[in-house]
């Protein structure tokens, strides 16, 4: 089984990436897949993606998804550089 969101969504969000796993949790709004011994937890709007009321736990199946930003926090660039200087010698 392959789950896909639209194709206006990925244009919009950029580069999209695929995964094949295991199902191991599936309600009406999340996915949990396991690949390599790692879960990976997907959120999924039922009314877009297809198939996704016949999500079974055991099923292997193939996610296209991509990664997008919720939070950004950072500080200001420092303007100057600290240069190492190499400690004398003895």
Not at 29 to 54: C, Q, R
């Amino acid at each position: 089984m392959i789950l896909a969101m639209s194709t206006l969504v990925f244009a919009a969000a950029g580069k999209t990436y695929e995964m094949t796993g295991t199902i191991v949790a599936a309600t009406g709004t999340t996915l949990a897949v396991e690949k390599g011994g790692e879960k990976y937890e997907f959120a999924i709007d039922p009314a877009s993606i297809k198939g996704s009321a016949e999500l079974k736990v055991g099923s292997t199946v193939t996610v296209t998804y991509v990664m997008s930003a919720t939070k950004i926090e950072g500080g200001a660039v420092s303007s100057s550089k600290e240069e190492t200087k190499p400690s004398p010698s003895p």
